[in-house]
Structures are given as structure tokens and as C-alpha cells.
């Protein structure tokens, strides 16, 4: 078996190795040849932690394992650890036996960077130039630094809750070369690209605060009653996402879903636009909106890209197991 520990991660994957293998898996998704299996997520009632897994089998990249980890809310505080705990797990699809296990905490931000810039890629107008972000915190550098490879963006404008939190992205921005103004919400309309990656449980972006033709990449909701944006803005939009089953449960679909809205089968998947079985986007003036859920498989094909860059690099540790 293969070991990649978590001090590795950062000298070995990259911002386009995480594209592609997310890229890749999504298609995969879309085609039918790859499934994520039901998520298991538990308060276990020690430490105020949720901990569980998020697993899946891809029949085309030959990717079958687990993520497993949570949230320990005491780490940071207590222990110096950051509070997001996560490893993967890698399976021979062939034979069951353990085949690699590789920290996962640093992959998970870039794997989320990573679907928001596919989204973006698919999605967005070539033409656009304003890139809008909604949430500074610690997924926003990585989204924001993703996105910036998408287009050929002039300028970056930011809205956050915690204003105080703004220089974060600010700072990824002007390293990009770019200015960064902050902006109030109604100010987002000048945005030809907007990623929301907060925590909310109630909408920040309402529908007129997005213009015509942006595509909006909505990060942040992952459970049952987070929500960052109006429900109403999901009718003027096409709505995609990473999986339709998670995206009308726990993603930003479920309010519009639950208030009748609109319907499962308005939502389609962002792989059927790689694979050119939807059209995306058809007009200069459509909205178009990524629901990104976050699956196990996007967990397992960036694991997957890492075992090999470590094992090309002569960086995985081999243990007889
Ligand atoms: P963080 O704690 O570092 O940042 C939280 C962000 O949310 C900050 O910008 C903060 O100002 C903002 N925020 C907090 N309360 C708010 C409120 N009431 N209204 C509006 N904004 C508010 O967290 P993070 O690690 O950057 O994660 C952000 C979100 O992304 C979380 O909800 C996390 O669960 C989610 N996430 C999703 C995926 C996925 O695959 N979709 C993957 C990882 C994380």
C-alpha cells in the first residue's frame, strides 16, 4: 500500500492536475460510468464532532475508495490543528485490497476549486471580464485563485459578511496582477463571474443582484438548511451541479426544490455539458448557475492524480499491508 501524508499534498498536486481529474469525474458522473455511494455523516457525540464518509466507484478511471473525516469544531483552540479533518482511502477495484491512503485535507479545498473553475470553463461567457466573489474565508482563496485561470478576468470585486475578511482575497487578486475593489451586494451586477463560498444559512445574493448572462458558482451549500442565495434567483437561471440527488437535498437547489419553484428535472449535470450532451449555455444573456455539491468521486480522482504524481516523484511511502 501507498502512503501520501498530508505534508506532501502541497509540494505535489496542482491547480491543473485538480481540473482535470475533477473534470474528468464529472464527465464520468454524466456518461454513467462512475457513482457516489450514499453519504454517511454522524454527531458522535465526543468532542462536538461530525464525522463521516463519502465513497464512490468510478468504472472509467478504475477510482473505488472513501473519504472519511469531518469536522472537530476544538481543534484550532485545543490541540493547534486546523478543525477540517480528512483522509482518503483507495481500494484495487480489482481485488479489494487496500491500495493507497493519502491526506486529505488540503486536497478537498483544491477539489473544490477545482468544480467551480470546471464550471466555470463550461459555463461562463468567454468575454467575461469582472469576477465577483461572495465569502473570504479559507475555500475562498482557493476558488478564487482557480477562477482567475478561466478567463481573462480584469477585475475582481468582493462582498463578504465579515468585511474585516476581504484582504484575504484581496491579496490573492493583487498577486494575480489584478485590482480587487469591495463592493455592496446590489454592486455584484457588474460581475460577469460570481463564486459564493460562505457558511450561511440564510441568502445574501438576491435574483437582482445578478445581471444577465453571469454565470454564478454557488460553493457554500453543502448541508440540509445552508442557503446563500435567493431562492427566485434559481428561475432565471439554467441550474447545474456536480450530482442532481445532492443538489435538491442538501445543495443550493433545495429551497428553490421545497418551495415549488422549481422541479428535480430543472436541474441537470455539469458532465453533460463536458460531454456535450447538453448544450450549457445557448445565449449571451442567460444565466447560468452551478449548484456545487461536492462528491466523494471528486475526493478519489484528485487522491488518485496525487498517488501517481507521488509515486512519478518517488515521494509515496510503500508499506507491506
Ligand atoms: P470559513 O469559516 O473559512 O469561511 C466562512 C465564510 O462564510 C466567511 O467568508 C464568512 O464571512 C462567511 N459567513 C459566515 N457567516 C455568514 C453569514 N451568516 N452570511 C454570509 N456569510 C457568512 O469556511 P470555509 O472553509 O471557507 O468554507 C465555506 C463554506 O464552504 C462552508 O459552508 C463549507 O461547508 C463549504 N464547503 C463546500 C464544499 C463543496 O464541495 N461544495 C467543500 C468545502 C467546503
Known amino acids: 500500500m501507498l502512503i501520501v501524508p498530508e505534508s506532501k499534498i502541497a509540494g505535489l498536486m496542482t491547480r491543473e492536475a485538480a481540473f482535470d481529474a475533477v473534470e474528468k469525474v464529472f464527465a464520468a458522473m454524466a456518461a454513467g460510468d462512475a457513482y457516489n455511494f450514499p453519504v454517511v455523516r454522524e454527531a458522535i457525540g465526543h468532542e462536538d464532532a461530525l464525522y463521516g464518509f463519502k465513497g464512490g466507484f468510478d468504472r472509467a478511471g478504475l477510482t473505488l475508495g472513501l473519504k472519511a473525516g469531518g469536522y472537530w469544531p476544538n481543534n484550532l483552540e485545543k490541540r493547534d490543528l486546523i478543525n477540517h479533518q480528512s483522509t482518503v482511502f483507495l481500494f484495487d477495484p480489482d481485488t479489494g485490497k487496500a491500495k493507497a491512503m493519502v491526506g486529505g485535507n488540503l486536497l478537498t479545498a483544491l477539489r473544490t476549486a477545482a468544480a467551480s473553475s470546471v464550471s466555470i470553463k463550461h459555463l461562463a461567457r468567454d468575454d467575461a471580464k469582472v469576477l465577483g466573489m461572495v465569502g473570504a474565508g479559507h475555500q475562498a482563496t482557493f476558488q478564487l485563485r482557480a477562477a482567475l485561470e478561466q478567463r481573462d478576468f480584469e477585475k475582481v470585486i468582493g462582498w463578504n459578511y465579515h468585511p474585516e475578511m476581504l484582504p484575504n482575497i484581496e491579496k490573492v487578486a493583487n498577486e494575480a496582477g489584478l485590482p480587487f475593489e469591495a463592493v455592496d451586494l446590489p454592486g455584484l451586477t457588474e460581475a460577469d463571474v ?43 437561471a439554467t441550474v447545474f451541479t456536480d450530482e442532481v440527488a445532492q443538489s435538491v437535498t442538501i445543495g443550493e437547489a433545495q429551497h428553490a426544490i421545497g418551495e415549488g ?22 445565449s449571451a444573456d442567460q444565466i447560468t448557475l452551478f449548484d456545487g455539491t461536492g462528491v466523494g468521486l471528486q475526493d478519489l480522482a484528485v487522491a488518485a492524480s496525487v498517488v501517481d504524481l507521488a ?7 510503500e508499506v507491506d499491508f
Open 311 to 317: 509515486v512519478e516523484q518517488g515521494i509515496a511511502i
Open 194 to 236: 460570481v463564486i459564493s463560498i460562505t457558511s450561511a444559512f440564510s441568502p445574501s445574493v438576491m435574483a437582482d443582484h445578478i445581471s444577465a448572462g453571469t454565470h454564478i458558482a454557488c460553493m457554500g451549500t453543502d448541508t440540509k438548511g445552508k442557503q446563500e442565495v435567493e431562492a427566485a434567483l434559481l428561475t432565471r
Open 261 to 282: 419553484l422549481i422541479r428535480e428535472e430543472d436541474v441537470f449535470q455539469l458532465g453533460a455539458v463536458i460531454n456535450g450532451t447538453h448544450p450549457g449555455r445557448t
